[in-house]
């Protein structure tokens, strides 16, 4: 446990240095959202109208932004070897990687998305379930996104490859965390929502990092 | 005593078979110095013994026991240092060898990364970052890992390359020391490595086909080299 710890503080130190992953995440997101305005007009109402859409399909993209350098840094430089050879099994060294990518890169998002909310006139009722789906939400994306990662390394141009091998995965993720909004606005509950979406992660928390690992261990070979 | 031995080890790479039929066996105390010409298949006898690369036939013991039956087990008793560095640049150099040391199960990996580097000679590099060492530097940060954290087989793929000549006679004693307290070595070497009593194995007498044009063998090495 104390390695598994290690090795997030670990990558927890080196996205803090590096600086720049981590805040490319969110400004992308920031700016992604800022855009809708300008292409669809000022209208209050139909912004209010697609704001968890439009939050939630800014938070993928943002997220997918950073996914490519999850491995790929220990990758080049020989650490991801030397990761496979160390006692932790390569499951935990996916999840702790996983778990301080999202540190970094969900957490600022989930911060930031509020104050998304209120500039697209979101109506203040749906701020609480916005912020609770994306907690949910965003590990899924990052555990989702771990795998297509894992697969893509050491392919050439595997960032978009990994874009196109993994977007279609975040769609039920996108339903149901924009379902759960927009059925809180209208005055349903979101409670079904945020039951599949918890059941998504669920889900993907033991498989994500299988799966994953067995792509590392092809990739190290 | 334990007894680190391969039987009928078959390796492929791609569609070529790189080494057939091959045996090997290290006992405490013991060096096998693993010789031939690039692209015979070094470096993939060492990633073979690592763990990292599955031979596609015969098996490795340890003890008379298949190291397939216990990964775990093998991985904590071996060393490996390949052609890559494993440096990070933005962490120093007793934060790089730190965390190796404490992945490595060593009870205080600060201090005992800092007796591995003062051990190389370089304990004036302790808080450099990662990203201004030089090459040298770098190898001799990677090497103090076997140090840093106790294991009894280290398998090293050229760990001269990048070394001067004090280096290497440092790493010399380290290796001696290590065998002399019951440790065993795997080394793959262009260069002469001093190491008293040590096994010679030429990889080049289990080639199945000749090599004929020195292109074919270069572009082999970079495959490997990739992986």
Partial sequence: MTRFLRLVGRDLRLALRQGSDASI??????LCVVLFPFGVGPEPNILARIAAGVIWVAALLASLLSLERLFQNDYEDGSLELLSLSTLPME???LAKTLAHW???GVPLIVAAPLLAVLLNMNAEGFGILVLTLLVGTPILSLIGSIGAALTL???RGGVLLSLLILPLYIPVLIFGAGAIDAALNGLTPRPHLLLLGGLLAGALPLAPWASAAALRQAVE | MPVFAGTELTCLRGDRLVFTGLDFRIEPGEALVLLGPNGSGKSSLLRVMAGLLKPLRGQLSWDDIAVTEDPDGHRSRIHYVGHLDAVKPVLSAVENLA???NLGGAADPRTSARAALDRLGVP???NVPGRYLSAGQKRRLNLARVLAAPATL???DEPTVALDRAA???FEEIIAEHRAGGGMVAVSTHVDIAMPGARDLHLDDFTPIPHDADEDVDEDMEGEHAA
Avoid: C, D, K, S
């Fill in chain 1, 103 to 105: 540190l970094v890169t």
């Fill in chain 2, 124 to 126: 004036h590099i302790a």
């Fill in chain 2, 154 to 156: 280290w398998l090293l």
């Fill in chain 1, 154 to 156: 050491g392919a050439r």
């Fill in chain 2, 168 to 170: 290497i006679a440092l």
């Fill in chain 1, 92 to 94: 935990a060294v996916v």
């Fill in chain 2, 99 to 101: 965390f190796w040391a």
């Fill in chain 1, 25 to 30: 995440a969110v400004m992308f997101f920031v």
